[in-house]
């Protein structure tokens, strides 16, 4: 492609600034981002309280983040947040050790058995599932793997795997299939609680190439990264750095792709370009562009979650020591509770503490915002950190993503086999997954591959 291209990219959070940045390191300079909000970082957002930052988007990251760490690099900056740590309760509230076999004596035989499942589980996916873990999903649906690898030097892999199709059942299913029912116990911390859906929902392809097993271990193991100011601050020092920087309060309502051309009308005025790269959820893109048949049809089957977070005061008596994951709500049958609460930082009780929640599963009733806000805050009261004031809330387009249903019939060869069609490419949360570095990698593969 011609380095003089006029890109325009559709949204300033990781994937939309990420493609800014591999785009120009290849020598493509006449790129635009247009983004809609105030601000860049999309669901990484971290507002200021007390003189300083706390998260009500994304949290952190693990040393496999290797395009999270391209952006550092290029912008000089490292990930220098406070240390993570957390513990347990109960739905009741009391403290538990639910991996302690010391303070479940009883349970020896179920952990030594869990114990076990997550080795073979680690086991099959380097054999039995060889390829399970490249970013994005091409191929997968087929039996096939093709995309870069989850390694240091991320070089290109591809080939075919038949047991890769197993990747689009839910994960509970594909647990069962392979006798690793028990590893479930492990992942769901990770998954789960921080918005991802359900393992009776969610196929295992999405599970398995965010938590891919060195990365699940890395979480089991609190080797995490956070940054002082924010996850926001890391998108924010990439767009500074960008040559172009992000055209912040962009209101786009009208794009039309005609004649090899893309007219972007963009706060009342049509601009020009020769490609369009879309970072922004897709199935909200017919809203606003010239959607082909094919476009709408495939885009109207991406569901997504509802992810509800909050900041909340507590008196200092109130505070909790620390962070605390309630496995118990992270079930369907407690839709609607608080997951996980966060207190980010340890040296001050004068900082809000976040919390998490989820209210739509597959086959249940939404849980309106209001009563599942109200839910979360009894649940903190039955927790003893009851809240003094909520300063903060936002219930986030989280996680888009396909059911196994379409993901078998291959959702994803279709949407790829349609990269450039219409002078259009793919990006975001949904070509890979909804974390920070997956939708980053994706940016940079569809930047060697198309650009
Ligand atoms: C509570 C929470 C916790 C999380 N925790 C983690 C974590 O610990 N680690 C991790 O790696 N990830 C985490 N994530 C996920 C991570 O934040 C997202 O996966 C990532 O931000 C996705 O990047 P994106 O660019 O694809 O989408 P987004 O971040 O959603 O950015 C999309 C951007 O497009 C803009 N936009 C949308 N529509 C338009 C339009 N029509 N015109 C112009 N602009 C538009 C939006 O304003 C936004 O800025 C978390 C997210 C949340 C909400």
Redesign the pocket.
């Known amino acids: 492609m011609n380095k003089d291209t006029k890109i325009c990219i559709?949204?300033?959070?990781?994937?939309?600034?990420?493609a800014g940045m591999y785009l120009e390191q290849k020598g493509y300079d006449n790129y635009t981002i247009?983004?809609?909000?105030d601000?860049?970082?999309?669901?990484?957002?971290s507002p200021h309280y007390n003189g300083r930052r706390y998260?009500?988007?994304?949290?952190?990251?693990v040393p496999s983040?290797y395009a999270?760490h391209d952006v550092e690099e290029f912008c000089g900056i490292t990930h220098d947040g406070p240390k993570l740590n957390r513990n347990y309760k109960d739905k009741t509230g009391k403290v538990i050790e639910p991996f302690n076999p010391k303070k479940n004596v009883l349970k020896i035989p179920h952990l030594m058995e869990m114990r076990k499942q997550v080795k073979k589980l680690g086991e099959i996916l380097e054999t039995k599932y060889k390829g399970y873990d490249v970013n994005g999903h091409r191929g997968v649906a087929e039996g096939r793997y093709d995309g870069f690898a989850v390694t240091p030097g991320r070089e290109p892999v591809s080939g075919t795997n038949a047991n890769l199709k197993d990747l689009a059942l839910p994960f509970k299913e594909f647990c069962e299939l392979n006798g690793v029912e028990l590893t479930q116990e492990i992942w769901i911390g990770p998954f789960t609680s921080?918005?991802y859906g359900y393992f009776d929902e969610i196929p295992a392809a999405y599970v398995l190439k965010y938590l891919d097993f060195q990365t699940c271990m890395n979480f089991v193991n609190i080797n995490l990264w956070t940054w002082q100011n924010g996850?926001q601050f890391i998108w924010e020092s990439l767009n500074d750095k960008l040559k172009n920087h992000a055209r912040l309060n962009?209101?786009?309502t009208n794009i039309e792709r005609k004649d090899g051309k893309v007219y972007v009308t963009v706060n009342g005025e049509v601009e020009e370009y020769d490609k369009l790269i879309v970072?922004?959820?897709l199935q909200?893109f017919p809203d606003?562009a010239d959607a082909r048949e094919d476009e709408k049809e495939f885009f109207s089957k991406i569901e997504y979650e509802r992810?509800d977070?909050l900041a909340v005061e507590t008196k200092p008596e109130d505070h909790p020591d620390i962070s605390y994951y309630v496995f118990d709500n992270m079930t369907p049958e407690r839709l609607g509770h608080l997951m996980v609460y966060y207190r980010r930082w340890r040296d001050t009780k004068d900082q809000v503490i976040?919390t998490?929640a989820l209210r739509k599963h597959k086959d249940q009733a939404e849980i309106p915002y209001e009563v599942c806000k109200k839910t979360v805050l009894d649940d903190l009261k039955t927790m003893k950190n009851p809240a003094s004031n909520v300063v903060n809330e936002?219930s986030?387009?989280?996680?888009p993503h396909v059911f196994t249903e379409d993901y078998a019939a291959g959702w994803y060869d279709k949407v790829e086999a349609m990269q450039g069609k219409y002078d259009t490419y793919y990006?975001?949360?949904i070509m890979s997954?909804?974390?920070?570095?997956?939708?980053?990698e994706y940016s940079r593969e569809l930047v060697e591959r198309f650009f």
């Not at 601000?39 to 957002?45: A, L, N, P, R």
């Not at 998260?55 to 990251?61: D, H, K, P, V, Y």
């Not at 986030?396 to 996680?399: N, P, S, T, V």
Request: hydrophobic fraction near 35%.
């Open positions: 559709i949204g300033g959070g990781p994937a939309g600034l990420s247009l983004e809609r909000n601000h860049v970082g999309g669901k990484c957002h998260e009500m988007g994304a949290i952190m990251g983040y999270v921080f918005g996850t962009s209101n786009i970072t922004a959820p909200y606003y992810y977070v976040t998490y936002q986030w387009y989280y996680f990006a975001g949360e997954f909804g974390d920070m570095d997956e939708t980053a």
